[in-house]
């Protein structure tokens, strides 16, 4: 498996397939998605798109700082969950995103993946929240540390 950049137009497909299917077009859509600064990875398996995630500049709802960056739509696609794309796909954004200078990653994540995210290091801050047509979440949130 290889992680690498893709497009934005690579990353709306699958969130239409994986996050959203049965809703408008727009709905894969994100403010920031075409900064830049955005970064748009995705994760390939002979040549095949099987998950992706974007990471972007934006401030944490909770206590948000400047070096704040945000993991929004990651997805695989369901053949292949249990195979640890996600968890490359995380740690591979993460390193980029310090790269660029994030000192903080933070993301909503569905309750049933709190044990996923705490596996790489993320806590839940606050109490849990619902996302229209997504169901029940949590923050989470990852303090960088320079080396």
């Not at 969950?81 to 490359?88: A, D, K, L, T």
Request: hydrophobic share 40%.
């Amino acid at each position: 498996m290889t992680i690498a950049p893709i497009s934005v137009e690579q990353a709306r497909s699958i969130r239409r397939l994986v996050l959203k299917p049965g809703l408008p077009d727009a709905e894969s859509v994100y403010a920031g998605d075409d900064s830049p600064d955005t970064i748009h990875l995705g994760a390939f398996e002979s040549g095949r798109l099987l998950g992706i995630a974007t990471f972007l500049h934006d401030r944490c709802p909770v206590e948000g700082r400047a070096g704040d960056w945000r993991l929004r739509g990651m997805a695989t696609l369901a053949a292949v969950r249990g195979r640890g794309i996600g968890g490359e796909l995380l740690e591979s954004g993460v390193e980029r995103a310090a790269h660029a200078g994030a000192a903080r990653i933070w993301c909503n994540g569905r309750i049933t993946a709190r044990p996923f995210y705490e596996r790489h290091q993320f806590r839940a801050v606050g109490e849990e929240f619902e996302i229209p047509f997504t169901g029940p979440h949590y923050l989470f949130v990852r303090d960088l540390h320079a080396s």
